[in-house]
T-cell receptor, first 113, second 113 residues
Framework: EDKVVQSPLSLVVHEGDTVTLNCSYE??????LLWYKQEKKAPTFLFML????IEKKSGRLSSILDKKELFSILNITATQTGDSAIYLC?????????????FGKGTHLIIQP | DTEVTQTPKHLVMGMTNKKSLKCEQH?????MYWYKQKAKKPPELMFV???????INESVPSRFSPECPNSSLLNLHLHALQPEDSALYLC????????????FGPGTRLLVL
């Protein structure tokens, strides 16, 4: 059975701090790992990672994948209160067609002013 | 445009009612998904449609009946639901074989009384 484990499950930091969120996975026929941000409603896509060692960056957020050690990290620098959300890690399998995502339980990040 | 729309936003129904949730996307995606998300839990896959054919049913009870009338639309018909079916129902879409970047709609928050 596929497994996605995120840590920590919750994190409280002050505005301006840097945070690192972790995601480890065990999945048959791995294709990609995705990070989403979820506030009140739908998960919003952040990154998709397929290759090891290539950092993806978007503003203050960055992410990298290690396919040998089967984990990914999501970094957020200079955090702001608007970064408060649940960050979900998900993995997709390769199978030639569409496949659902398997999600971790998420990291609930709270940024205090 | 990465928009997936869902209606209604909120739905309250009794256990004997029949209702439908609707999802629409105009990104040309040929894979569409239904997920169920309970409070403080990650999304769980229910159904996958690929090229308008049901390809994955994650052992969902028959009181949930999906339908994909065309490549842009996805419905979820509900009948004789139980209070434990109360949840956020999320629709997503992607292009099969593209690495599975799934884009989510805002969800329908369902309450079964």
């Amino acid at each position: 059975e596929d497994k996605v484990v995120q840590s920590p499950l919750s994190l409280v930091v002050h505005e301006g701090d840097t945070v690192t969120l972790n995601c480890s996975y065990e999945v048959t026929n791995f294709r990609s790992l995705l990070w989403y941000k979820q506030e009140k409603k739908a998960p919003t896509f952040l990154f998709m990672l397929t290759s090891s060692g290539i950092e993806k960056k978007s503003g203050r957020l960055s992410s990298i994948l290690d396919k040998k050690e089967l984990f990914s990290i999501l970094n957020i620098t200079a955090t702001q209160t608007g970064d408060s959300a649940i960050y979900l890690c998900a993995v997709a399998r390769s199978g030639g067609g569409a496949d659902g995502l398997t999600f971790g339980k998420g990291t609930h990040l709270i940024i205090q002013p | 445009d990465t928009e997936v729309t869902q209606t209604p936003k909120h739905l309250v129904m009794g256990m004997t009612n029949k209702k439908s949730l609707k999802c629409e996307q105009h990104m040309g995606h040929r894979a569409m998904y239904w997920y169920k998300q309970k409070a403080k839990k990650p999304p769980e896959l229910m159904f996958v449609y690929s090229y308008e054919k049901l390809s994955i049913n994650e052992s969902v009870p028959s009181r949930f009946s999906p339908e994909c009338p065309n490549s842009s639309l996805l419905n979820l018909h509900l009948h004789a639901l139980q209070p434990e079916d109360s949840a956020l129902y999320l629709c997503a879409s992607s292009q099969p074989g593209s690495g599975e970047t799934q884009y989510f709609g805002p969800g329908t928050r369902l309450l079964v009384l």
